[in-house]
């Protein structure tokens, strides 16, 4: 069974209009085309980078030759403001969960059933309109060569006992986000603090000396790996693993305490201009959220996270607890808190 909201009262020239929405309106990181045998293209905004989901559009062409896709990759904050300013994709892929949500909620995705959402946890999906498809925890990243002789940490308290104890080798050396611009790294840092008030005292060490502020995990893993960063702390341990296993010079640090999990989400915008092909692109996408075995691609299924009942493990909530600290007056006082902490 598929029921996909067609959202029919477009008209034709509306739809082509929202196609031809100048790409100004939002910024493109990387774009990449994929032509198929039939004549449509399935328009995908995306923040996995395509070094990471290109195996996945690969093997579905392979399914589906017919189809074409239109791969954009954006930070989450851009693709937010993408769906929000009209333009017409028809999948929308994001990190952010609680930005996703908050389109969702406001009207921006179009209700869709099948029978593989059906048969998704009830946690990783909300009133047929945002799916998640994967379970990614954030981690930290050392480099091998700047931590060695150090001791590793098991606990978010052992860690910052560490940087306590070694101002000489993490002053300036230690990288995390930048949340005043990454919708992740501010979903990450405002979850962390909800769970846990190391949070803080971790976030002032870090000011104090000096950490390195990042958009994105990508480009703290590379400082890793390069050495100048000894750490990065809550990147995407997909990105992580994907690295470390052409990467030698890298490690995750296994912190025991808890782990922050996101779950990457997937809806069909209101704007959506080729619902057959979205529809087709979003259950073979959430097939492989639902597979067994994390096998070749690089992101983790959903059964990684398929413990919600632990305190230490598990995935954050996709629902309305999610608005809170996008409400405008919750994330100006966050994000004053925060800079108090970071920016020193």
Excluded: K
């Amino acid at each position: 069974m598929r029921r996909v909201d067609l959202t029919r009262s477009l008209s034709a020239a509306i739809a082509y209009v929202l196609a031809s929405l100048p790409l100004g309106a939002f910024e493109i990181e990387d774009r990449r085309q994929y032509p198929g045998t039939g004549p449509d293209m399935v328009r995908v905004i995306s923040t996995a980078d395509l070094d990471v989901f290109e195996p996945f559009l690969l093997r579905l062409q392979q399914e589906q030759p017919e189809i074409g896709i239109d791969y954009y990759v954006a930070s989450s904050t851009e693709v937010h403001n993408a769906i929000r300013s009209g333009a017409a994709f028809d999948i929308a892929i994001s990190s952010a969960m609680d930005l996703q949500f908050q389109l969702a909620n406001d009207g921006y995705a179009q209700l869709y059933q099948s029978d593989v959402t059906d048969a998704l946890p009830a946690w990783a999906r909300w009133r047929d309109q945002v799916f998640a498809f994967t379970a990614e925890p954030a981690v930290a990243v050392i480099s091998r060569a700047r931590f060695e002789g150090l001791e590793r940490p098991q606990t978010r308290q052992e860690l910052i006992a560490l940087l306590r104890a070694h101002p000489d080798i993490f002053d300036a050396s230690v990288g995390t986000y930048d949340i005043r611009v990454s919708g992740l790294g501010y979903l990450f840092a405002t979850q962390e603090a909800r769970n846990s008030d190391t949070f803080w005292r971790l976030s002032e060490l870090m000011g104090q000396q000096r950490a390195a502020l990042y958009c994105c995990s990508a480009q703290m893993i590379d400082d890793v790996a390069s050495g100048r960063l000894v750490m990065a702390y809550n990147v995407l341990g997909s990105y992580a693993v994907e690295r470390i296993a052409r990467d030698d010079r890298l490690e995750i640090l296994e912190l025991e305490d808890y782990s922050t999990v996101m779950l990457r989400t997937a809806f069909i915008p209101r704007t959506a201009t080729q619902s057959e092909g979205a529809a087709l692109f979003l259950d073979r996408l959430l097939r492989e959220g639902l597979r067994q075995t994390p096998d070749a691609w690089v992101l983790p299924p959903l059964g990684a996270a398929d413990q919600p009942e632990s305190s230490t493990y598990g995935p954050i909530r996709l629902g309305p607890a999610l608005l809170v600290y996008l409400d405008r007056l919750n994330r100006e006082a966050f994000l004053s808190a925060w800079s108090d902490a970071m920016v020193q």
